[in-house]
């Protein structure tokens, strides 16, 4: 997980991932994972290449959201290795979220939604194939830059 997730050219399009990132940020995510799991807060999985069983990326969302449905809506994100771009993982990876998140959660969420930074092209396919419509712009802080970066805000709804 480290050397992938630790490569600025993933690091850079995403919002909380610091860049140089360490066993110690590795280590604290998966407690994170752990407790959100318990909690029923943060739902982070694996994205594994099912031939190989390599981990070849991350995906997850966390629930909460400013409004009185807030416990239905979850923010989802996802990377993968640069070395696995480019082969339709990043859509399987989506697609399967998509279906835990409205048809195997209990309760089911009744609406996804996600950033891409406006640059993140490849992000936004992704999204845009699995449904996901454009629903404004942001500002938001990179963790692995420190720069501010303009992105755009998707949903979909259940
Ligand atoms: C986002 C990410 C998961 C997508 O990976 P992927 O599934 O391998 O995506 P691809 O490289 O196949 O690109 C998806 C689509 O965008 C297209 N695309 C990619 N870069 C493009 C570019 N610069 N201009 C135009 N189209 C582009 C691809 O051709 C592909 O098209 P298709 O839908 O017709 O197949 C991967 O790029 C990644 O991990 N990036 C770093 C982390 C990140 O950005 N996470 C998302 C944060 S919102």
């Not at 995510?29 to 290449?49: K, N, P, Q, V, Y």
Request: one cysteine or more; aromatic letters at 10%.
């Amino acid at each position: 997980m480290v050397p992938a997730i630790g490569d600025f050219e993933v690091a850079r399009n995403l919002k909380r991932v610091p860049y140089p990132y360490t066993d110690d940020d590795a280590r604290a995510f998966l407690r994170m994972a752990d407790e959100g799991w318990s909690a029923g807060t943060f739902f982070a999985f694996a994205i594994e290449h099912r031939a190989s069983a390599r981990l070849i990326g991350g995906i997850g969302c966390v629930i909460g959201g400013d409004e009185a449905a807030a416990s239905q809506v979850a923010a989802c994100g996802y990377w993968l290795a640069r070395s696995e771009w480019g082969r339709g993982y990043g859509r399987e990876a989506l697609a399967r979220l998509v279906r835990f998140a409205f048809h195997e959660l209990d309760p089911p969420l009744a609406r996804l939604e996600a950033n891409a930074h406006a640059g993140n092209i490849a992000s936004q396919r992704v999204l845009i194939a699995c449904g996901f419509e454009q629903a404004g712009e942001c500002v938001e802080t990179c963790a692995a830059t420190g720069q501010a970066v303009r992105a755009l805000r998707f949903e979909l709804r259940a």
